[in-house]
Structure formats: structure tokens, C-alpha cells
């Protein structure tokens, strides 16, 4: 059974930072791109970012580009979502995800490529 838990949501004050983590359980996500997306109330999913596997070649939205990074550990079957400058626009919940095994260095934007999904973790940033 595929699991993506994500953690590390939260209360944070405009300008302040969080992390969000997500561990990847039950199958191997090598060639599987990883990403962020968050979805605010009454708005449509949206992407935030994505990593490949291999080379770990990132790609950001521009609301968050410069302000948030992505990484994650292999080894562990883990990903990272480091969130710096946060403004009261960043908050939403956050969702981690999962595509199947496409390519070495695959990484995609479009929430529909994405297989797996992990069940969110709220992030309020407060003016």
C-alpha cells in the first residue's frame, strides 16, 4: 500500500519559515518525480514544486520561487519543502505527491501526472 504522510504544517507569522516533510512508504519511487502542490479555500489545486530523481533538477511556481525549496533524500524515500518568507498568500493546505516511474530526471507541474498523494497538512500564515 502506497503511503505519503506529510508533516510539519502549522502556524507561522508573515516573513517567518516552516518545513514540511513527506515520508514515502510501500514502493520504490526511483524515476518517480516528487512535488508539492496546496489547495487554499475556495481555490483550485495548485502547484508550488517538483523535483526528479536522479539529478534532482527543481522547478517552482512563480509565486514561491526564490522563497521555497525542495529537496529530497533517496535513500530515505523522502521529501522536503523548505518555505522561507512566508506571506499570508501561502496559506492553504499543502499536499505531497507522487508520480509513477516515468524517467530518471522526469519532473512535471500537472497535478494530473501525479499517481500518489499524501493527505495534506495545513499551513496558515498569519499577517
Known amino acids: 500500500q502506497v503511503q505519503l504522510v506529510e508533516s510539519g504544517g502549522g502556524l507561522a507569522q508573515a516573513g517567518g519559515s516552516l518545513r514540511l516533510s513527506c515520508a514515502a512508504s510501500g514502493r520504490t519511487f526511483s524515476r518517480s518525480a516528487m512535488g508539492w502542490f496546496r489547495q487554499a479555500p475556495g481555490k483550485p489545486r495548485e502547484f508550488v514544486a517538483t523535483?526528479?530523481?536522479?539529478?534532482?533538477?527543481?522547478y517552482y511556481s512563480d509565486s514561491v520561487k526564490g522563497r521555497f525549496t525542495i529537496s529530497r533524500d533517496n535513500a530515505k524515500n523522502t521529501v522536503t519543502l523548505q518555505m522561507y518568507s512566508l506571506e499570508p498568500e501561502d496559506t492553504a493546505v499543502y499536499y505531497c505527491?507522487?508520480?509513477?516511474?516515468?524517467?530518471?530526471?522526469?519532473?512535471?507541474?500537472?497535478?494530473?501526472?501525479?499517481?500518489?498523494w499524501g493527505q495534506g497538512t495545513q499551513v496558515t500564515v498569519s499577517s
Open positions: 505527491a507522487a508520480t509513477s516511474g516515468r524517467g530518471i530526471d522526469y519532473y512535471s507541474w500537472n497535478p494530473e501526472d501525479y499517481a500518489y
Open positions: 523535483i526528479s530523481w536522479k539529478t534532482q533538477v527543481t
